[in-house]
């Protein structure tokens, strides 16, 4: 079974920047596809960004341009740079991987934008 674990999150600034990362138990060069997502506490959960195997990445329009997802085949681990943070980007962030059929998620991580 595929593990999912983010690193930790934390408080920065509006205008600040954090990396996020995750790493996955498997060889993600299999994964069909690895995301993230984010939620805030009372609403629905928001796809952020994906990159496939292949390197194919997407984003939702709330954060073109700022953030960007990338992968480290030889780590098995995704990254997600976030930039020019703003005081909506506040949620706990998922990362999530398609393998065989099956997404597997994992425990999140809080990021909060504050001043």
């Known amino acids: 079974q595929t593990q999912l674990v983010e690193s930790e999150g934390g408080l920065v600034q509006p205008g600040g920047s954090l990396r996020l990362s995750c790493a996955a138990s498997g060889n993600i060069n299999t994964f069909s596809a690895m995301y993230w997502y984010r939620q805030v506490p009372g609403e629905q959960r928001e796809g952020v960004a994906s990159i496939t195997s292949g390197g194919s990445t997407n984003y939702a329009d709330s954060v073109k341009g700022r953030f960007a997802i990338s992968r480290d085949n030889a780590r098995n681990t995704v990254y997600l740079q976030m930039n020019s943070l703003k005081l909506e980007d506040t949620a706990v962030y998922y990362c999530?991987?398609?393998?065989?059929?099956?997404?597997?998620w994992g425990k999140g991580t809080l990021v909060t934008v504050s001043s």
């Open positions: 999530s991987a398609a393998v065989d059929g099956r997404h597997y």
